[in-house]
């Protein structure tokens, strides 16, 4: 019986569904045990970053068969796909988080090749880890397919000693060890008890922070983001979401429909309040630059600034994602954004309705305890603060959430290092001083390549005690689970040449995150002169294969290290071919 809801002649798969000519294409469905109804069907792309890599991403495959289900029940035919991670907890501190950003891009890569190929009509997105989550949200946006997303949930904490333990702890324990206040008996009972589940890290890292994004920005149901990854509970937010994206195949509700430059400002606002990772400032600006949206670093750490923070998450606060869905989740938060009138309640969402009419719906209040009352933040403006100055003439980013005001002034000398390994192997040997000014440089897109995060470093440092006694800099990126006083996305990178790569070992540094400035007391006329003799871009070993394209490829970290022209150069809508 044909479905009538579902006009199949707009649709991309009528290409390899329709008409005698598509006899072959539809034999090999018949060969995949799919029924004549079903072929007919409109096709949904069911995505999952599913593998055996590490905790975030292992539950997937099980979320993903809910999915389908709903589909199914919505009218639709699911066909699964996977795509790459690169987690980012394994990858880090050694040559392996090089891999970690590019392979953001090459999931968005690889899920719109899938698509395109395979002519599917829209598209459910299941991801858990750090860079996944974005590159999936970039897909979808790129494609401007009917799209949801959904979240594979956080990891459950550990249990230490009557305390909350995450992987965070085990990163700075490394550090303790190392200064020798902790045993090796210690910290291998740490490393056994701090990832006790399935899930992604229970911070407010970087894969919660995006998490949240993909509710405030609008691609992923209310609430759906919050329920840790063993909860079976999940699953009934896998079936909402697969009948979700039928209902927008029907309306011909689209990704481009639902991300706009107010709901970008909307996930800002939630990174901000949540006390987020510094990597939403990478990567909200490459989810705008798939909607051909003016929205870089700048505008980014606007919203940053005016924003207040009023939501305890570590690492600068004191709770885990768990934490936050048993207090209400990302539903409660906005509520209370809306409240002071810092959202905008007309953005369309995945449910079909307003972002408005969503929270109407929503009766839980701010517990005061997980949750602050937005009349009463924890500090007045956002966790997450945007730098600029001769240091940083394309911005830098640093997150404060946590930080007292007169933590959030530095001024020391730099302390120079051609890469992480470099610094790291001087904390780890104490090579530096209290009131130094650590600079890692040549870690950029380009420069990196991959602009690698330096959590090894900064939890080496946080672990000897001296998290607060030092600032550290770097083009490269930082951990959302790092804390302490450190600046990232410092642009332009080394590599292109920026102040970065000509300051030396003694030169004074000021970072003022109240006023949002960098500077180096360094003249024009000096860093000109050192310009004119600098010896150009550090050669890396990368001379070949996917990191020398994505090196070749990258752009800057200010309009989100993206690696093509974006849709304001595109004159092809996958959607209405």
Not at 238 to 245: K, L, M, N, T, W
Not at 345 to 352: R, W
Not at 405 to 416: K, L
């Amino acid at each position: 019986m044909k479905n009538t809801r579902f006009d199949k002649s707009r649709l991309p798969s009528r290409h390899v569904t329709e008409g005698p000519e598509r006899a072959p294409h539809r034999s090999y469905f018949y060969a995949m045990g799919i029924t004549e109804e079903e072929i007919h069907q409109p096709w949904v792309g069911v995505a999952t970053c599913w593998n055996e890599a590490a905790p975030c991403n292992i539950a997937l495959n099980r979320q993903a068969q809910s999915v389908k289900m709903g589909v199914k029940k919505g009218g639709g035919t699911p066909r699964e796909f996977t795509t790459i991670t690169v987690t980012d907890g394994i990858a880090m501190g050694h040559e392996g988080m090089r891999s970690s950003l590019a392979s953001r891009d090459a999931i968005a890569d690889t899920v719109e090749l899938t698509m395109r190929g395979h002519c599917y009509d829209a598209i459910v997105g299941l991801a858990g880890c750090d860079k996944s989550l974005p590159g999936m949200m970039m897909a979808m946006v790129r494609l401007n397919t009917p799209s949801v997303f959904i979240y594979g949930g956080s990891i459950l904490p550990g249990r230490l000693n009557g305390k909350d333990v995450v992987v965070q702890d085990v990163f700075e324990a490394v550090g303790q060890h190392a200064a020798g206040n902790m045993t090796d008996a210690e910290l291998a009972i740490l490393e056994r008890v701090a990832c006790p589940s399935a899930g992604a890290c229970g911070g407010q890292y970087t894969a919660n922070t995006m998490a949240c994004v993909s509710e405030a920005i609008g691609l992923a149901l209310l609430n759906s983001s919050g329920a840790p990854a063993p909860y079976e509970s999940r699953d009934q937010y896998g079936d909402a979401s697969g009948q979700a994206i039928m209902h927008l195949i029907e309306k011909n509700i689209r990704a481009r429909d639902i991300v706009t430059l107010k709901s970008l400002q909307n996930a800002a606002r939630v990174v901000a309040c949540t006390g987020g990772s510094t990597n939403a400032g990478l990567h909200l600006p490459a989810i705008a630059h798939e909607a051909g949206i003016d929205f870089d670093l700048f505008d980014v750490c606007d919203i940053f600034r005016d924003t207040p923070y009023f939501v305890s998450l570590r690492p600068g606060g004191e709770y885990v994602a768990k934490d936050l869905y048993e207090a209400g989740g990302v539903p409660v938060v906005m509520k209370e954004l809306r409240k002071a009138g810092l959202l905008h309640e007309d953005c369309m969402t995945a449910s079909g309705r307003a972002l408005g009419e969503e929270l109407d719906l929503i009766e839980r209040e701010a517990d005061g305890k997980v949750i602050y009352p937005i009349s009463a933040p924890i500090t007045a403006t956002g966790g997450v603060v945007g730098l600029r100055g001769n240091l940083a003439p394309d911005g830098a980013i640093v997150k404060v959430a946590g930080m007292a005001p007169e933590q959030q002034v530095f001024t020391g000398p730099a302390r120079v290092f051609e890469c992480e390994e470099e610094a790291f192997e001087a904390v780890q040997n104490r090579g530096y001083a209290e009131g130094d000014v650590i600079v890692i440089r040549n870690e950029g897109p380009a420069g990196g390549p991959g602009m690698r995060e330096m959590l090894s470093t900064t939890a080496a440092l946080s672990g000897q005690g001296m998290g607060k006694k030092v600032a550290l800099i770097t083009d490269g990126r930082f951990s959302g689970a790092t804390r302490g006083f450190c600046v990232g996305h410092v642009g332009p990178e080394a590599a292109h040449g920026g102040p970065i790569a000509l300051l030396k070992t003694g030169d004074m540094i000021t970072i003022d995150a109240i006023r949002g400035e960098i500077s180096v007391a360094v003249s024009d006329e000096e860093l000109a002169a050192r310009k004119a003799v600098w010896p150009g871009p550090r050669k890396t070993d990368y001379a070949s294969g996917a990191l020398w394209k994505y090196a070749q490829l990258v752009g800057v970290a200010r309009y989100g290290a993206v690696t093509h022209p974006g849709t304001k150069a595109e004159t092809h809508v996958y959607m209405d071919q």
